[in-house]
């Protein structure tokens, strides 16, 4: 369910007073929008064609630092522009932004006309592309969950960080009354994000205090990526407007749960027929799946960077708080990596559990998608189903345990290099290496707590 508005609708819209202001958004190495705010009478007549933007945005850190040392962009290379050309399909009201609505960007090379290759959107509209050149459609979806705090954002900004309160004092995993409690700001999202065209299937408590989960319906990879950006970021919105806060963290506190955000996955013929389902194969799959699954499996290691992105992401993983530390698959299985859900219906596929709600939606959509194509095209066999609590089982492929694992896997993917092309894998790899030599050079708040005395 792409954007809600076409550009004549937000025509009427600015002449009738009720839209003032366009967010023009592209979406950087970290799944977040950034962009530009337009006055609706400039975009309306002309402004929607195109604008432009620092190529610095695709090789900052968090921090917006100039990290150094990429090909794209540097002091060397001046630090030009590419151009932010709106896609039209995704243009869509922002309910709980007065007078808003908002637009999603590709981002354009001013020299070659042409996408730029390691914009996230790109990335996957190339893997997207991929698939369809083998028939097929590429569906997704993403649940992201997040934890949510009485603390507001200026409060934290202040000092208060030490002093997070969840919204809840227990596990309110499925919990009615505590979510309740928590219905300024979730109700507030189910409808602001249904109102922005994001089809919201529902909302949950999750499994610690004060966690949430947000769901909304299947779509094509591209349109469930842009829409699990857009969610994150209307969350954060909301959250805020209401004197609250949330985290994506993968891992915010060692004591708590995780957050995560599983990407389901199967692909459909060109005339809308499950391609994963085959009544008579086991659980119901489909060789084609097979073969899906089992390139996923045989590229797990390689493109962990992508599904867990942070050094924080990894730890997520730890024994028996439902993230999973082995890349194995399993049906019905939350100790698996990979879950076969939807047995014997047209609904079967497979669920990702690796990625936490820290991931760019964009390069795990797409480097699930390039794994899973190398299996089909190469008619990969698919390793015997795990059975039991894969936690205890010893000698199976284990999910990388540091993201210095990871980027090392990535960086030597031939599989990755062939599907992205040698300059998106070393760019990114190059974020990696930045977010571990940041880490490592930092002191932590446990290092002075553990050593201040004792050392």
């Not at 432009?52 to 090789?59: A, E, N, V």
């Not at 300024?184 to 994000?193: E, H, I, S, T, Y």
């Not at 709600?357 to 190398?374: E, R």
Request: glycine fraction near 8%; charge should be negative; include cysteine.
């Amino acid at each position: 369910m792409p954007g809600n508005l076409t550009l004549d609708q937000l025509k009427d819209l600015v002449d009738q007073g009720r839209i003032d202001t366009v967010l023009v958004a592209a979406v950087d190495m970290w799944g977040r929008l950034v962009g530009k705010r337009f006055h609706a009478a400039f975009f309306v007549n002309g402004g929607y064609k195109e604008t432009h933007c620092c190529d610095y945005l695709l090789t900052v850190d968090q921090e917006m630092n100039t990290v150094q040392g990429y090909k794209s962009s540097s002091w060397t290379t001046g630090y030009g522009d590419y151009v932010m050309k709106p896609d039209l399909g995704t243009l869509r009201m922002v309910p709980w932004l007065e007078g808003t609505a908002l637009v999603l960007c590709d981002l354009i090379d001013h020299h070659t006309h042409a996408e730029v290759p390691h914009s996230p959107r790109a990335v996957l509209k190339r893997q997207v592309a991929r698939a369809k050149a083998m028939g097929f459609d590429a569906m997704m979806a993403t649940e992201l969950e997040f934890y949510l705090f009485e603390n507001s954002y200026n409060n934290l900004r202040d000092g208060g960080l030490k002093a997070l309160q969840p919204v809840s004092a227990y596990n309110e995993d499925y919990h009615i009354f505590q979510t309740t409690k928590e219905e300024d700001v979730m109700r507030a999202v189910r409808n602001g994000l249904y109102g922005a065209g994001i089809p919201v299937e529902n909302s949950k408590g999750e499994a610690d205090a004060g966690q949430e989960e947000i769901n909304y319906r299947y779509s094509d990879a591209l349109d469930t990526a842009d829409n699990h950006s857009i969610v994150k970021n209307g969350v954060k919105e909301i959250a805020w407007k209401a004197g609250k806060s949330v985290t994506f963290m993968a891992k915010y506190d060692t004591k708590k749960a995780g957050s995560s955000s599983h990407i389901h996955q199967s692909l459909w013929t060109l005339d809308g027929k499950p391609a994963f389902q085959d009544e008579a194969g086991e659980h119901g799959m489909s060789d084609l799946m097979r073969h899906y699954m089992a390139g996923q499996l045989h590229h797990a290691r390689d493109i962990t960077a992508f599904l867990a992105p942070y050094v924080n992401s990894y730890k997520r993983f730890c024994v028996g708080l439902f993230a999973p530390t082995k890349a194995v698959w399993s049906s019905d299985n939350r100790t698996a990596g990979f879950r076969v859900c939807g047995e014997g219906t047209k609904a079967i596929r497979v669920e990702c559990r690796i990625p936490g709600s820290d991931v760019n939606p964009y390069m795990a959509c797409a480097a699930l998608l390039a794994a899973g194509l190398d299996g089909i095209e190469k008619k990969m066999a698919l390793e015997p189903e795990m059975r039991g609590d894969m936690y205890q089982t010893q000698g199976i492929r284990e999910i990388p345990k540091t993201l210095r694992d990871a980027a090392a896997l990535m960086h030597g993917s031939a599989m990755l290099r062939a599907a992205f092309g040698d300059d998106v894998v070393e760019h990114y790899h190059h974020a990696c290496q930045w977010e571990i030599s940041e880490t490592d050079r930092v002191v932590t708040d446990f290092e002075l707590q553990r050593g201040f005395e004792r050392a």
